[in-house]
């Protein structure tokens, strides 16, 4: 269900992003949309391989932390674009930390596949 739900919601959101809010947001707004919808995309992407490759407690740690940085990352980008406070920005950085935590753990997972 969280693999379907990331790829979806990151079409959705690119798509929202390129239709309803062009002419909306300046140009920064539109950069972090963009960088919010890339991360969210090719994260969506990491979590479909580490649920078909991805075994035991350290699959499970991959997709718990890449779900957690779109939702920090991405999320945090998509609520700056849109005009949130500035201190959301503080967030942006727990999310790349999570998706760092999400690769380490997935290359984890696949040491022993390749030995």
Same mark, same amino acid.
């Given at each position: 269900?969280?693999?379907?739900t990331a790829g979806a919601s990151a !079409?959705?959101?690119?798509?929202?992003?390129?239709?309803?809010?062009?002419? !909306?947001?300046?140009? %920064?707004?539109? &950069?972090?949309?963009?960088?919010? !919808?890339?991360?969210?995309?090719?994260?969506?992407?990491?979590? !479909?391989?580490?649920?078909?490759?991805?075994?035991?407690?350290?699959?499970?740690?991959?997709? $718990?932390?890449?779900?957690? #940085?779109?939702?920090? $990352?991405?999320?945090?980008?998509?609520?700056?674009? +849109? #005009?949130?406070? %500035?201190?959301?920005?503080?967030?942006?950085?727990?999310g790349g930390l999570a998706f760092v +935590?999400?690769?380490?753990?997935?290359?984890?997972?696949?040491?022993?596949?390749? &030995?």
């Open positions: 269900m969280l693999v379907g !079409v959705l959101l690119g798509a929202f992003g390129a239709h309803a809010l062009r002419g !909306v947001l300046d140009g %920064r707004g539109m &950069e972090l949309w963009h960088t919010a !919808v890339n991360y969210h995309a090719w994260h969506a992407l990491a979590l !479909v391989m580490t649920a078909a490759l991805g075994r035991g407690r350290s699959g499970r740690t991959a997709l $718990f932390a890449f779900g957690t #940085g779109i939702v920090l $990352f991405s999320g945090s980008l998509y609520a700056l674009a +849109l #005009g949130a406070p %500035r201190w959301v920005g503080i967030i942006t950085p727990l +935590l999400g690769w380490l753990a997935l290359g984890w997972t696949l040491r022993w596949r390749n &030995e």
